[in-house]
């Protein structure tokens, strides 16, 4: 973490069956990295922050411990955006409070914005990982959890999709990124990260948080 920058996200001592205790801070404009070979924990991690598994440890955002908060709010602020994440409805704007909101961001993904009315039947995996972090986007999160958020897309989309995250960074979103692109790690992250059966540690050495 860069000295003086504001802590966004803070996490202490978190753990669950198939990841040991990790400790991490995550400030205001930064972007870390979490890489490591499947499964490892890389997952199970991003699970345990958003609280969405049983776990043991501590979680605050903005100094606020996330026991404080209740659940629906504290994933509001803390976005997880799953490698492939649930569709409920079946269209596309059905998933958005404001599609009015969110055209200009599918936009911005390389989608039209006439992608808000079509169905989810008929999107490619990439389409859907696009329009999962517009939809996570749209909510103005504090800190944002990608799984792998350009697996399902070429080279050229996925830079579209990192230069949003770079401008994202830019306004104070925390964010943390799990990619098994070294290069894309290297684009984006300020600190690196590997996970290896269950233990987080810097890459290549060096002191955790």
């Given at each position: 973490?860069?000295?003086?920058?504001?802590?966004?996200?803070?996490?202490?001592?978190?753990?669950?069956?198939?990841?040991?205790?990790?400790?991490?801070?995550?400030?205001?404009?930064?972007?870390?990295?979490?890489?490591?070979?499947?499964?490892a924990g890389k997952t199970l991690f991003l699970r345990a922050i958003v609280d969405l598994d049983p776990n043991q440890g501590d979680v605050a955002l903005d100094d606020r411990p996330r026991a404080e908060m209740p659940a629906p709010?504290?994933?509001?602020?803390?976005?997880?955006?799953?490698?492939?994440?649930?569709?409920?409805?079946?269209?596309v704007g059905e998933h958005f409070s404001d599609p009015a909101i969110a055209a200009p961001l599918v936009t911005r993904l390389g989608l039209p914005a006439a992608a808000l009315e079509w169905e989810v039947a008929r999107l490619s995996t990439g389409e859907k990982q696009r329009?999962?972090?517009?939809?996570?986007?749209?909510?103005?999160?504090?800190?944002?959890?990608?799984?792998?958020?350009?697996?399902?897309?070429?080279p050229e989309t996925a830079m579209t999709v990192e230069s949003m995250l770079h401008e994202r960074a830019a306004d104070g979103i925390a964010i943390l990124i799990v990619t098994h692109d070294a290069r894309q790690a290297a684009r984006l992250a300020r600190?690196?990260?590997?996970?290896?059966?269950?233990k987080l540690a810097p890459a290549g050495g060096g002191a955790a948080p």
């Open positions: 973490m860069q000295h003086g920058a504001r802590l966004v996200l803070k996490i202490r001592g978190l753990m669950r069956p198939g990841l040991e205790s990790a400790d991490l801070d995550v400030a205001a404009g930064e972007c870390v990295a979490v890489s490591g070979p499947s499964g709010e504290w994933r509001r602020h803390v976005v997880y955006v799953p490698a492939e994440a649930g569709w409920w409805a079946e269209r329009l999962a972090l517009a939809r996570a986007l749209v909510t103005s999160p504090r800190a944002l959890l990608l799984d792998e958020p350009t697996s399902g897309l070429d600190r690196q990260y590997r996970m290896a059966k269950g």
